[in-house]
């Protein structure tokens, strides 16, 4: 009865490569989030969306395109990886966007080599 | 520009020794703050929303304020099982969205 899942929780690959993250939740929330957590442990908000539509679209390089089929589904997908994209992934979700605390997944370690 | 600063970056203390950690923000306006807590390998864990300065909540051994310009997490006789990493985020005003903004955490180690 996991609340936020994702899929796969570490991937390792070559640069140049192709690679998804898939998550999904099943807490009836409407709005999604990619958060990067760099070795510093920082997290960045990536994208957001609600309702199915993009309402957060941060400064990312466009090898990253999200896509949310339903409001239950937020994936993720990067072309050509780069070294620099070696980092913990992190899909959560929220009902509504005004203030509330998010639910987060447990993470998708991708290292890119 | 909108900014979290959270310190120390790493507590340890004995069990049962209480403590604050402390997060400090700059935001044009604040619409909440929020403390998360993380285990290694896992996601953040939400615990505590404060909108308005002099908020307090309070969980089991933790307790959240908030003042203007900076928030507290206090912890009462810390145990083991409160060693983690405690992240604080805000969200700006000014956000339309649900963006927020968070530091890079105090890592808190008890010791038995």
């Known amino acids: 009865d996991t609340a936020v899942s994702q899929t796969p929780k570490y991937l390792v690959t070559q640069m140049g490569n192709d690679k998804s993250i898939k998550c999904e939740q099943n807490?009836?929330?409407?709005?999604m989030y990619w958060y990067k957590q760099d070795s510093k442990k920082f997290l960045k908000i990536m994208f957001s969306?609600?309702?199915?539509?993009?309402?957060i679209n941060e400064t990312v390089p466009n090898r990253f395109s999200p896509k949310s089929p339903d409001k239950a589904h937020l994936n993720l997908h990067i072309n050509s990886l780069e070294l620099g994209d070696s980092a913990v992934y992190f899909c959560?979700?929220?009902?509504?966007?005004?203030?509330?605390?998010?639910?987060f997944g447990s993470g998708t370690r991708l290292t890119v080599v | 520009e909108d900014q979290v600063t959270q310190s120390p970056e790493a507590l340890r203390l004995q069990e049962g020794e209480s403590s604050s950690l402390n997060c400090s923000y700059t935001v044009s306006g604040l619409r909440g703050l929020f403390w998360y807590r993380q285990d290694p390998g896992k996601g953040p864990e939400f615990l505590f929303t404060?909108?308005?300065a002099g908020e307090e909540k309070e969980k089991e051994r933790l307790k959240a304020t908030l003042t203007k310009k900076e928030s507290f997490l206090h912890i009462t006789a810390p145990k083991p099982e409160d060693s983690a990493t405690y992240l604080c985020?805000?969200?700006?005003?000014?956000?339309?969205?649900?963006?927020?903004?968070f530091g890079s955490g105090t890592r808190l180690s008890i010791r038995p």
């Open positions: 969306y609600n309702n199915k539509e993009l309402i």
């Open positions: 985020a805000v969200q700006p005003e000014y956000s339309s969205a649900s963006k927020i903004i």
């Open positions: 807490l009836g929330h409407d709005t």
């Open positions: 959560a979700s929220s009902q509504g966007i005004q203030g509330r605390g998010y639910t």
């Open positions: 404060l909108y308005s």
